[in-house]
C-alpha cells in the first residue's frame, strides 16, 4: 500500500521512543530482545549479531570500514535505528571519537536466547481440556469478521449489525484524526480518515495499537508493560490455547479489548477459560514491508467508468461509496460507477484526485493487475480533469476598500497594500482597493492614521 502521513510511526517507533529506563526494562524479556531483532534493517540486524559478543566499544571508524563506498547511506540508517532503539549506546573519548557498544541487557539477554532458546511464560493447554477449538480457516474468519465490525463502527456506526464491546470513551480515542468533531455535525470521515482505509490490515492494526498503547496511562496502565505483551503475543502458536489464569492483572484487562478487535478468541470451557491468538496477533512483529500479510485486491474498473467489486464486505461497500455511485450489490460482487457527481461529494471530504486513483490500483483485483496500468487511463485522466475543474476557483477572504477622501489616500493606501502583500486588485479610475483579510487590521491602523494627519492639515497644524 502506498505510504500515508497518519502512519509515520510503526510499533518499534513506538518502542524507541520510550524513556531510557522503560526500554531498559523491556530488553529484560528475551522475546522482546527478538521481536526489535526481527524489525530492524538487514544491515542493522547483521551490525548486532556482529557484535553480540564483542564487550569492548567498536569506533563509528572502524564501523564505516565495514561498508563499501555505495553503502553508506544504508550504514547511517542502520546505526541510526540501532541508537534510536537503544541497542547501541553512544560514547565520546577524550579525542572526540565516536563509539559505540550493545545495550548490556539487550546484548545478555539475546545472547541466552540464542544459545539455549526462550519459553514463553505460558505453555498451550492440552487437548484433553481444549474442546472443540476452531480450525485455521475459521480463526481466520473468525479475525476478519472481528476487523472488518470494528472498522465498521469506526467510521460508520448505522452499518453495524454486531456492535463492539468497546465504550464510547475508547472508540472516541481510535476515532481521533479519524473522523471530524464539529458540534451540531454529524463525525464525518476526514482525508486522514480515508488514508487510514487505504491501508493493509497490519498497517491499520498498527496504528490502533499505536492509540491504544498511547492512552493507556489514562486507564491507568503502564504501556511499557502492555507493549511488552502484544510483542510477547506475537509469538504465541496462532490456533493454540492458552489458560487465561496464566494472565496478569494488565494482561487480562487488555486482552478482553484485543479480543474485540479480532486479535485473539476468547472461549469458556467447564472449569477453563482460555484465549486463542489469529494472524492478527502473530502479525503484530511483522515488518510493514512484509508483503505476505497484504490483501489481495478486489477491484476492476472499465473504460466506461463501471466499477466491479468482487467482494461481499458492507466495509469495501461502505469505502467504494465514498467516491463512487453504489448501483446494486449481490452476494459476492459490488456493482457501481464513478461519475462526477460522486467525485465531488469525495472532493468535498477532503478526498484527493490522486488517493482515490491510488486506492484503485493498489486494490486492482489479480486479472487486471498484470496489465499496465491496471486501472484505465481514461478514468484516471478524467478523474484528474474532474478535481482541476472544481479547483479552478480559489475563495480567499478579503475586505473591499471604496470612497477615498482624496487621490492622495487612495494611492497612499494602494502602496501601503501592496508593500505588506495583501493587496488582490485595485481600480485606480474609481478608487477602489480589495485586500487580503489577514491584511484587513493593518490597513485599518494605516488608514486612521491617514485621517488623523489629513485633520492636522485642515486646521492648519
Known amino acids: 500500500m502506498p505510504q500515508v502521513r497518519i502512519i509515520a510511526k510503526n510499533f518499534m517507533d513506538m518502542v524507541g521512543a520510550l524513556p531510557a529506563m522503560k526500554l531498559d526494562k523491556l530488553y529484560e524479556n528475551a522475546f522482546i530482545c527478538e521481536a526489535v531483532l526481527r524489525s530492524l534493517p538487514p544491515l542493522a540486524k547483521n551490525y548486532v549479531l556482529q557484535m553480540l559478543y564483542v564487550d569492548a566499544p567498536v569506533t563509528a571508524k572502524s564501523m ?38 550493545l545495550n548490556p541487557k539487550f546484548q545478555r539477554n539475546l545472547q541466552t536466547y540464542l544459545i539455549y532458546g526462550g519459553a514463553l511464560p505460558r505453555e498451550p493447554m492440552p487437548s484433553s481440556i481444549t474442546v472443540r477449538l476452531p480450525t485455521l480457516d475459521d480463526l481466520e474468519a473468525y479475525a476478519h469478521d472481528q476487523w472488518e465490525c470494528f472498522l465498521l463502527q469506526l467510521v460508520s456506526s448505522a ?27 454529524t463525525p464525518r470521515l476526514t482525508e486522514s480518515g480515508f488514508q487510514f482505509l487505504l491501508m493493509d490490515t497490519n498497517a491499520q492494526l498498527w496504528y490502533i495499537i499505536r492509540e491504544y498503547i498511547s492512552t493507556a496511562q489514562e486507564r491507568g496502565l503502564d504501556p511499557t508493560d502492555l507493549i511488552s505483551f502484544l510483542l510477547e503475543l506475537s509469538f504465541h502458536a496462532m490456533g493454540e490455547a492458552y489458560n487465561l489464569s496464566s494472565l496478569t492483572e494488565v494482561q487480562s ?49 472499465e473504460t466506461n467508468f463501471r466499477l466491479y467489486a468482487y467482494s461481499s464486505s458492507k466495509l469495501h461497500c461502505e469505502i467504494l461509496r465514498l467516491f463512487s455511485r453504489i448501483e446494486y450489490q449481490l452476494p459476492n460482487l459490488i456493482v457501481g460507477a464513478i461519475t462526477k457527481e460522486s467525485l465531488n461529494t469525495a472532493f468535498e471530504k477532503g478526498i484527493t484526485g490522486e ?27 478524467q478523474i484528474r480533469l474532474w478535481e482541476a475543474d472544481r479547483n479552478r476557483v480559489e475563495l480567499i ?33 474609481k478608487m477602489r482597493l480589495i485586500v487580503r483579510g489577514e491584511s484587513h487590521q493593518d490597513m485599518r491602523d494605516f488608514l486612521r492614521r491617514q485621517k488623523w494627519y489629513a485633520n492636522l492639515l485642515m486646521n492648519g497644524i
Open 159 to 185: 452499518q453495524v449489525e454486531r456492535p463492539t464491546n468497546f465504550s464510547s470513551s475508547m472508540m472516541k480515542v481510535f476515532q481521533r484524526g479519524l473522523l471530524s468533531a464539529r458540534e451540531m455535525e
Open 397 to 429: 477572504p478579503s475586505h473591499l476598500y471604496e470612497d477615498f477622501p482624496s487621490k492622495e489616500v487612495f494611492e497612499a493606501a494602494s502602496d501601503f497594500a501592496r508593500e505588506i502583500g495583501g493587496l488582490l486588485w485595485e481600480d485606480s479610475k
Open 64 to 101: 564505516e570500514e565495514w561498508v563499501i563506498s555505495d553503502g553508506f547511506s544504508k550504514h547511517k540508517v542502520a546505526v541510526d535505528r540501532l541508537l534510536q532503539l537503544r541497542i547501541f549506546l553512544e560514547a565520546t573519548d577524550r579525542k572526540r571519537e565516536t563509539s559505540y557498544r
Open 253 to 301: 484487562k487488555a486482552i478482553k479489548d484485543l479480543a474485540d478487535l479480532g486479535l485473539v478468541k476468547l472461549q469458556q470451557g467447564r472449569k477453563e477459560s482460555w484465549f486463542i491468538p489469529t494472524k492478527l496477533a502473530t502479525n503484530l512483529s511483522v515488518s510493514l514491508s512484509d508483503s505476505s500479510s497484504r490483501k489481495q485486491g478486489i477491484v476492476v474498473v
Open 355 to 381: 488517493q482515490i486513483i491510488s486506492f484503485l490500483q493498489q486494490n486492482a483485483h489479480p486479472r487486471v493487475a498484470e496489465r499496465t496500468p491496471a486501472v484505465p487511463e481514461n478514468v484516471t485522466d
